[in-house]
């Protein structure tokens, strides 16, 4: 009988028809545990659920015919400003829209945290692959265009929440290219332990944390594919762009270090304009590779001495994660950002959570 990480029979793989199923459960089964059928099942239905949304449809396609609803969506991406902009106008007003772009890259959902009196409707992607993915085909824009575009989402109460990931270059270009002293942090509050929620309020915006800075200054800026191309080297004063449309959780992290020290400040980005953010816990094992490549830097490995090293065995080396809400700096009232499930676990060897902020940029 097939176990959820166990070989396939060689006559069939039951995996099969969801490519890079059986290397995603093996990844998901690190720090030594053991994944049973039940949740390797429930990764694999994250899995399908962070690339192509919440709809029952999207998700029963992706475990059984991966690759034709991957390839359907991929042509869907390929639109203009002005025909995404025409679609969400459209679902904005409860009229007719583009069936392409409705079907496979926008999606209603409530607008309402409150039991249901009346049903308001806000207009977002179906997912953070979707919205990453139709960015990267309408990066070639002028920088002026990406600001008429935010501004007019911006101007369109139910697609608020989708111009936030036409803000992310601006707040790359801002956040690398700025000199001074610090950015200005606000703490977030934390509510629940497993699928924890961090919000703000107006009246913490005025208390700016004083134990900890985020400098401003001249950033390095590195895009990368997959952790796999960090594996190398990280560097100090260094912020990264993921590349990959599927990346969980995170927008961009930046690295400070103290080599003296042996220590260091992750810092991860999630850049936004929503009052609730969301992403994979998928995330949260990205963040552990780097952070077990940020202790190996510290330590000074090659991969002669990484081999060598004992299991177990107890190191000098900090790495302290903070989280960072990036949001316009006139939109940061009562913003929450809602963590996935599984914060609290496979935090053995190199502990994923941290402190979580609020930074205002202005853009």
């Excluded at 209603?108 to 977002?124: A, G, H």
């Excluded at 936030?164 to 509510?191: C, N």
């Excluded at 989280?323 to 499930?341: A, C, G, H, I, R």
Aim: with cysteine.
């Amino acid at each position: 009988m097939f176990n959820a990480l166990g070989d396939a029979p060689s006559q069939i793989d039951p995996l099969d028809v969801f490519p890079g199923a059986r290397e995603l459960l093996k990844k998901r089964s690190e720090d030594g545990v053991s994944l049973t059928p039940s949740d390797a099942l429930d990764c694999l239905l994250e899995a399908a659920t962070d690339r192509f949304g919440h709809s029952a449809r999207d998700v029963f396609d992706a475990v059984f015919n991966y690759k034709s609803i991957t390839r359907r969506h991929e042509r869907a991406f390929k639109i203009d400003y002005a025909e995404l902009l025409a679609a969400v106008t459209a679902l904005a007003t409860n009229t007719t829209s583009n069936s392409e772009i409705s079907n496979r890259i926008l999606a209603l959902s409530p607008d309402d945290e409150e039991p249901f009196v009346s049903v308001n409707w806000k207009v977002d992607f179906k997912s953070d692959w979707v919205a990453r993915s139709v960015i990267k085909q309408l990066d070639n824009a002028q920088d002026l265009a990406v600001c008429q575009q935010l501004d007019i989402l911006n101007h369109i109460p139910q697609a608020k929440s989708m111009a936030g990931w036409f803000l992310a270059p601006a707040v790359h270009r801002a956040i690398t290219e700025t000199k001074g002293d610090f950015w200005p942090l606000s703490p977030m509050s934390f509510h629940r332990m497993d699928s924890p929620q961090f919000s703000i309020s107006q009246d913490s915006l005025s208390r700016i944390s004083n134990d900890l800075r985020f400098p401003k200054a001249k950033r390095e800026v590195v895009q990368f594919h997959s952790i796999d191309d960090l594996s190398t080297d990280l560097k100090d004063n260094a912020y990264y762009i993921p590349l990959d449309s599927t990346f969980p959780l995170f927008d961009a992290f930046a690295i400070d270090l103290d080599l003296s020290e042996k220590s260091a400040i992750l810092w991860i980005l999630q850049i936004t304009t929503s009052r609730s953010h969301g992403g994979s816990s998928i995330g949260y094992q990205k963040i552990r590779e780097i952070i077990a490549i940020l202790k190996d830097k510290l330590r000074g490995d090659s991969p002669a001495m990484k081999k060598r090293k004992v299991a177990g065995q107890i190191t000098s080396e900090s790495v302290e994660v903070h989280y960072l809400l990036v949001v316009p700096k006139s939109d940061s009232e009562n913003t929450k950002w809602q963590f996935p499930k599984g914060w609290s676990k496979n935090c053995t060897r190199h502990d994923h959570r941290g402190d979580v902020h609020c930074l205002q940029v202005p853009v």
